[in-house]
């Protein structure tokens, strides 16, 4: 009998606190999207406050952790004849919104090619690389179009490689195979930060920060082989929540302090951000803590926090999560001069009207666009794999 992937995933329970964390990481995302550190001149005056806004990309990392934790949960058993399957189903996920998001910036360079004589062989290869998904390799066409686009260039890679490495994965079955793999992977991924210094003294290479880098920083900023094994520290945490020996149904306390452990660990890294490497930090230093926690809400649900979190409005909030943070940027902008000419004297009601307005736009783009878009990608996916009769 043929199990379609649909089937497979309805199937498992569904990880509702997860969803409902992923919320806060875009609304981090925005918030340090909304007050950059140049923004922040003369307003924030406490170290720690600004420390806490200023590492708002840390949302970032955890999409990438948080991604490889439920893919590898969503498609544990993934075959080689669903390959495709699965790519059509990422595809259909991301790419509608995605282009959407850049569509603004695609007619205003349309624009720009007709009537200007600048356009040249960079300039089509630059739009090329956002449209394909594929601008994250290049750092000058990183943040082409809609800067946040570039984690989902990123993204794009995962999937590619992912379904060639399942069955790997998928063998995984113990603590002792996995634990020493993840070790590898987190201190392997860590160590590409490092070759910024064959680039820059290592004092340019602690002083780093979000808005100070050169080229070579932002290549290990945003290129996918830079993030690569923060995916892989998702799969690999999911192997082992799906591979626990016995339910710890009966330990809710231990797990609930655990989950605010990790919690206040990542907190404190915040608030301390400034004596911390800033590539360090981008690219996953906090990865094992991050997924750490991934499989201690997963496993204790009942808890007061994952609770919140998996609670309907947190949910619907996660579910819009990819809309509040693909638009966010893209709606700021075209809020133009007004938008800026009202931040600038009243920047905090400001940021925070234009945050609560992002909020609102994504899940009322979630419930009607987005749906749409999956209803549509359900189709689609269902007529490609429904076997055809043969006569």
Same mark, same amino acid.
């Given at each position: 009998?043929?199990?379609?992937?649909?089937?497979?995933?309805?199937?498992?329970?569904?990880?509702?606190?997860?969803?409902?964390?992923?919320?806060?990481?875009?609304?981090?995302?925005?918030?340090?999207?909304?007050?950059?550190?140049?923004?922040?001149?003369?307003?924030?005056?406490?170290?720690?406050?600004?420390?806490?806004?200023?590492?708002?990309?840390?949302?970032?990392?955890?999409?990438?952790?948080?991604?490889?934790?439920?893919?590898?949960?969503?498609?544990?058993? %993934?075959?080689?004849?669903? &390959?495709?399957?699965?790519?059509?189903?990422? +595809?259909?996920?991301?790419?509608?919104?995605?282009?959407?998001?850049?569509?603004?910036?695609?007619?205003?360079?349309?624009?720009?090619?007709?009537?200007?004589?600048?356009?040249?062989?960079?300039?089509?290869?630059?739009?090329?690389?956002?449209?394909v998904l594929c601008q994250s390799w290049h750092p000058a066409t990183a943040r082409m179009w809609n800067?946040?686009?570039?984690?989902?260039?990123?993204?794009? +890679?995962?999937?590619?490689? +992912?379904?060639?490495?399942?069955?790997?994965?998928?063998?995984?079955?113990?603590?002792?195979?996995?634990?020493?793999?993840?070790?590898?992977?987190?201190?392997?991924?860590?160590?590409?930060?490092?070759?910024?210094?064959?680039?820059?003294?290592?004092?340019?290479?602690?002083?780093?920060?979000?808005?100070?880098?050169?080229?070579?920083?932002?290549?290990?900023k945003f290129h996918p082989l830079m993030h690569l094994h923060e995916f892989a520290v998702g799969l690999? +945490?999911?192997?082992?929540?799906?591979?626990?020996?016995? &339910?710890?149904?009966?330990?809710? &306390?231990?797990?609930?302090?655990?989950?605010? %452990?990790?919690?206040?660990?990542?907190?404190?890294?915040?608030?301390?951000?400034?004596?911390?490497?800033?590539?360090?930090?981008?690219?996953?230093?906090?990865?094992?803590?991050?997924?750490?926690?991934?499989?201690?809400?997963?496993?204790?649900?009942?808890?007061?926090?994952?609770?919140?979190?998996?609670?309907?409005?947190?949910?619907?909030?996660?579910?819009?999560?990819?809309?509040?943070?693909?638009?966010?940027?893209?709606?700021?902008?075209?809020?133009?001069?007004?938008?800026?000419?009202?931040?600038?004297?009243?920047?905090?009601?400001?940021?925070?009207?234009?945050?609560?307005?992002c909020v609102l736009f994504s899940v009322l783009y979630y419930s009607t666009v987005e749906k749409y878009?999956?209803?549509?990608?359900?189709?689609?996916?269902?007529?490609?794999?429904?076997?055809?009769?043969?006569?």
């Open positions: 009998m043929r199990v379609d992937l649909t089937e497979k995933q309805a199937a498992k329970p569904y990880l509702g606190a997860l969803t409902g964390l992923r919320f806060f990481a875009a609304l981090y995302v925005v918030i340090f999207h909304t007050y950059p550190s140049w923004r922040m001149e003369g307003l924030v005056h406490s170290q720690w406050l600004w420390n806490t806004i200023s590492a708002g990309y840390l949302g970032v990392s955890f999409f990438f952790i948080l991604s490889g934790f439920i893919i590898g949960y969503t498609y544990e058993e %993934l075959k080689t004849q669903q &390959r495709w399957t699965f790519w059509s189903a990422r +595809f259909i996920r991301i790419y509608p919104s995605y282009f959407l998001s850049i569509l603004p910036g695609l007619l205003g360079w349309v624009a720009i090619a007709i009537s200007s004589s600048e356009a040249n062989f960079n300039f089509y290869f630059a739009a090329f690389m956002a449209l800067t946040p686009a570039w984690s989902l260039s990123v993204e794009a +890679f995962f999937y590619l490689l +992912f379904p060639f490495f399942a069955p790997f994965f998928a063998r995984l079955k113990k603590p002792s195979h996995i634990l020493p793999l993840l070790v590898v992977v987190y201190v392997l991924g860590l160590s590409e930060t490092f070759l910024y210094l064959a680039y820059n003294p290592i004092e340019y290479y602690l002083a780093a920060t979000p808005s100070n880098q050169g080229l070579s920083g932002t290549l290990i690999l +945490f999911c192997r082992l929540y799906l591979n626990r020996s016995e &339910r710890s149904n009966g330990y809710q &306390r231990a797990g609930a302090s655990l989950q605010w %452990l990790c919690i206040g660990s990542i907190a404190g890294a915040i608030l301390f951000s400034s004596e911390i490497p800033y590539f360090l930090l981008h690219n996953g230093l906090l990865s094992l803590i991050m997924g750490f926690l991934l499989v201690l809400l997963a496993e204790f649900p009942r808890t007061g926090l994952a609770r919140v979190l998996a609670s309907p409005v947190f949910v619907l909030l996660g579910d819009a999560s990819y809309a509040l943070y693909i638009f966010h940027v893209v709606i700021r902008t075209g809020l133009g001069e007004f938008y800026t000419v009202h931040f600038d004297t009243r920047p905090v009601r400001t940021g925070c009207l234009y945050m609560v307005g878009f999956q209803t549509l990608g359900r189709r689609v996916l269902k007529r490609v794999s429904t076997p055809r009769a043969t006569g």
